[in-house]
């Protein structure tokens, strides 16, 4: 039977009470919908990884795509022992096993614990009749004088430290554990003010070419030493990187580095102690990007929408002209920089009700020379990640080994972090480099010999 028809011979109140109830019920049940979805995070927000397909594998599977050759690890150019397993009767019936028929070969890599080399360098004196006096002979080639850590163990430790992040108490555990070098945590923190106070000469080498280069990117971040409030400065490049922990954070700081006027472009953010420097800049686009997205806040206002997106939408075009700049001729792309610098010119005269549009308009009109000065100068980019990427390992540093204690504990945590993040960016083995430049100033070198050119 039709039930438009049995709902139809029902009684009138009967259907009244069905439908408030059925009502009722849904009400309940989209609280409840609501209540689960607070509790519930969105499923377009959850990672991909946590979704499987009907196999109970995730969508996205790791590794090579199907089809593709497979990679191994690459097999050592060279072996240092061979090992021959051999049998004389099977393993299963213990029959007595004729002559070899074939073999299979198995590679194995490991670490063999460093020895420690303890080395006595004997030094004859000599009575010289012309000077009526006794004369010693000098050190050898691999010795450091007056020290009871030769340059390779000196190295390691800066490595160590600088590059792999490890505290003193580590050092001095897997000096222990893996060398067999006893060392206390003491005679580690010394050894490195010992260094920084010899290789000073190497830092100011890495110094000298960031203030003759064509390109150089600059930040700073809070530091300090036992307690007192100090700042990390730190200028790098692709081949270069130079750090100094200074008292101030005022202009003189980055003048006293760079020179003023500096040479070539400073990339930077929108900190005023750069807007002092004479020279050419360039501002960081993403720090515009990400002042225009705090200001623009969980609920911005309907004035906000508008220059939000025009702003946007020039950053946007800047970037689109960057990357076709050798699809353009130079008198097409120099007439599209001056319209995009004319717009910016505009946008950051117009005026705005909103009190953050005025802020950032008053930031653009500032500094409205310094925003798309990666579209005059070819290979200049428009952000500072280089800068934050050179500043990084800093900061971790200093979340494990909380900053310095002393003075001079700064002092060789600028000079050393200068050589290794150098010759990490110019791809150079770092122990080598450091062992060998420490020998040469303990015998008498002047000049730089872990930079000899600072081009």
Request: with cysteine.
């Amino acid at each position: 039977m039709n039930e438009r028809l049995v709902l139809m011979d029902d009684e009138k109140e009967k259907l009244v009470d069905e439908i408030l109830d059925l009502r009722h019920r849904v009400k309940t049940l989209q609280a409840e919908l609501e209540a689960l979805k607070k509790k519930t995070p969105v499923e377009s927000k959850k990672s991909e990884f946590s979704k499987v397909s009907a196999s109970g594998l995730p969508p996205h599977r790791w590794g090579r795509k199907k089809g593709h050759t497979g990679v191994t690890r690459p097999k050592p150019t060279h072996i240092d022992r061979e090992v021959v397993q051999e049998l004389s009767s099977c393993p299963d019936c213990h029959h007595d096993l004729g002559s070899v028929v074939g073999r299979v070969d198995h590679i194995q890599e490991d670490i063999i614990p460093a020895q420690v080399e303890v080395t006595r360098f004997v030094h004859c004196r000599y009575w010289c009749p012309g000077c009526k006096a006794l004369v010693t002979a000098p050190p050898a080639p691999g010795e450091i004088p007056h020290s009871y850590l030769g340059p390779q163990s000196l190295a390691t430790m800066v490595w160590l430290k600088y590059h792999v992040v490890v505290p003193g108490n580590k050092i001095v555990a897997l000096f222990k554990d893996l060398m067999g070098l006893t060392v206390s945590e003491g005679a580690v923190a010394q050894a490195l003010q010992r260094l920084a106070g010899h290789l000073g000469v190497e830092a100011d080498a890495v110094l000298a070419a960031l203030k003759e280069a064509s390109l150089k990117h600059v930040d700073e971040t809070g530091w300090k030493i036992n307690g007192a409030s100090r700042w990390l400065w730190s200028v790098a490049n692709k081949a270069w990187a130079y750090t100094r922990i200074a008292n101030s954070r005022g202009s003189k700081i980055p003048k006293e580095l760079l020179g003023h006027p500096f040479k070539g472009v400073m990339v930077s953010d929108f900190f005023s102690a750069y807007n002092k420097m004479y020279g050419l800049h360039q501002k960081c686009l993403v720090h515009l990007r990400r002042d225009i997205h705090h200001a623009r806040g969980e609920d911005p206002p309907l004035d906000f929408s508008g220059p939000d997106k025009q702003l946007k939408r020039l950053l946007a075009d800047a970037d689109r002209l960057a990357e076709r700049r050798d699809v353009y001729s130079p008198i097409v792309f120099a007439r599209r920089v001056r319209r995009l610098k004319s717009r910016l010119f505009l946008f950051a005269t117009a005026v705005y009700s909103h009190k953050d549009w005025q802020r950032l308009s008053a930031r653009l009109l500032k500094h409205k020379d310094q925003i798309f000065t990666f579209l005059d100068v070819p290979g200049v980019p428009a952000d500072n990640n280089h800068a934050e990427r050179a500043i990084r390992p800093h900061v971790i540093l200093r979340n494990r080994s909380f900053h310095n204690r002393t003075e001079a504990g700064a002092h060789a945590h600028s000079v050393l972090t200068s050589l290794v993040q150098t010759l990490l960016l110019q791809n150079r083995s770092v122990i080598p480099a450091l062992a060998c430049a420490y020998l040469a100033r303990r015998h008498g070198a002047l000049n730089s010999s872990l930079f000899t050119s600072a081009s």
